[in-house]
């Protein structure tokens, strides 16, 4: 069964940038992945999701212009870089892979199959 390893979460100031990887134990490259973040509180929600070829690429709307997703497909690696990070950023960040092999970004969680087990980001004004 596919694993996924999230790293790169720390706590950062208002207006840092951060860069979060997702490691898989397999090949990722037929398939399309996302990212979502979980706020204490709160439900699970999209933040940003790419194809498996990275030329379709999803942002949520609080994640336009601030965050960029990508991949390295030959090193089974998924990436989110974060800019300007705000007070309503903090989460648990989680990668996820598609449950199917297609060309689309899907949004929605339940196209998703395959979950990592998170990585904190927390940040302070």
């Known amino acids: 069964q596919l694993q996924l390893v999230e790293s790169g979460g720390r706590l950062v100031q208002t207006g840092d940038s951060l860069r979060l990887s997702c490691v898989a134990s397999?090949?990722?490259?037929?398939?399309?992945m996302g990212w979502f973040r979980q706020a204490p509180g709160k439900e699970r929600e999209f933040v940003a999701s790419?194809?498996?070829?990275?030329?379709?690429?999803n942002y949520a709307d609080f994640a336009e212009g601030r965050f960029t997703v990508s991949r390295d497909n030959a090193k089974n690696t998924v990436f989110l870089q974060m800019n300007s990070l705000k007070s309503d950023d903090p989460a648990v960040y989680f990668c996820?892979?598609?449950?199917?092999?297609?060309?689309?970004?899907?949004?929605?969680?339940?196209?998703?199959?395959?979950w990592g087990q998170g990585t904190h980001v927390t940040v302070s004004s």
């Open positions: 996820a892979r598609a449950r199917l092999t297609t060309y689309m970004a899907p949004r929605d969680q339940t196209e998703y199959g395959a």
């Open positions: 397999g090949g990722i490259s037929m398939w399309s």
């Open positions: 790419l194809s498996r070829n990275g030329v379709r690429k």
